[in-house]
């Protein structure tokens, strides 16, 4: 199975901030990268996919990118709503997801 | 719009077996794969498997073979994931996610989830 990691797993930034989440993948995996925030809960919800592409309804703060094993996702400038875990999942074979990152306030 | 709509919580004891549904709406069933993925408490997302509700074909986790069966009903459009040989550490939020047409490996729409509780 592709491997993923998230870095950090958790961060603490102020609204207004600019965040990046960084995931990698034990392989190439381009462009099958794809973000999910989740609030406490309730489900998933995807925000990026095939490493860049927005998500319709999306908000145009949310950015992704990355290939090969190297991906980000960015946040352009935090809101209130943004405080939650954000998870990255290949879908290159068999699925994999990342450990998450929980994205708290400053 | 989408609509994926999943069954109530359950209880179940060590050994015993769990169906969840998943009935979906607003879009044709058969053209989008679903996924099932689960999160144990305070835990990060595990995909188990999919099923391809046209033909019925199946792809599940290495973890779960021999005791995950995902089946579906296309008459309901409704999809089903039964887990066999329950223990303790199955105790999780189930949820069901279809894929989309041409991204059919990715969870688009997400089902509100399933807690499923196994205690003695």
């Known amino acids: 199975d592709i491997q993923m990691t998230q870095s950090p797993s958790s961060l603490s930034a102020s609204v207004g901030d600019r965040v990046t989440i960084t995931c990698r993948a034990s392989q190439s995996i381009s462009p099958y990268l794809n973000w999910y925030q989740q609030k406490p809960g309730k489900a998933p919800r995807l925000l990026i996919y095939d490493a860049s592409t927005l998500q319709s309804g999306v908000p145009s703060r949310f950015s992704g990118s990355g290939s090969g094993t190297a991906f980000t996702l960015t946040i352009s400038s935090l809101q209130p709503e943004d405080f939650a875990t954000y998870y990255c999942?290949?879908?290159?074979?068999?699925?994999?997801f990342g450990g998450g990152t929980k994205v708290e306030i400053k | 719009q989408v609509r994926l709509v999943q069954s109530g919580a359950e209880v179940k004891r060590p050994g015993a077996s769990v169906k969840v549904s998943c009935k979906t709406a607003?879009?044709?069933?058969?053209?989008?794969?679903m996924h099932w993925v689960r999160q144990a408490p305070g835990q990060g997302l595990e995909w188990m498997g999919w099923?391809?509700?046209?033909?019925?074909?199946?792809n599940y986790g290495q973890k779960f073979q021999g005791r995950v069966t995902m089946t579906r009903d296309t008459s309901i459009s409704t999809a089903y994931m039964e887990l066999s040989r329950l223990r303790s550490d199955d105790t999780a939020v189930y949820y069901c996610a279809s894929g989309i047409e041409r991204h059919q490996l990715v969870p688009f729409y997400w089902g509100q989830g399933t807690l499923v509780i196994v205690s003695s």
């Open positions: 999942q290949q879908s290159y074979n068999t699925l994999t």
């Open positions: 099923i391809n509700p046209n033909r019925g074909g199946t």
């Open positions: 607003g879009y044709t069933f058969t053209d989008s794969y």
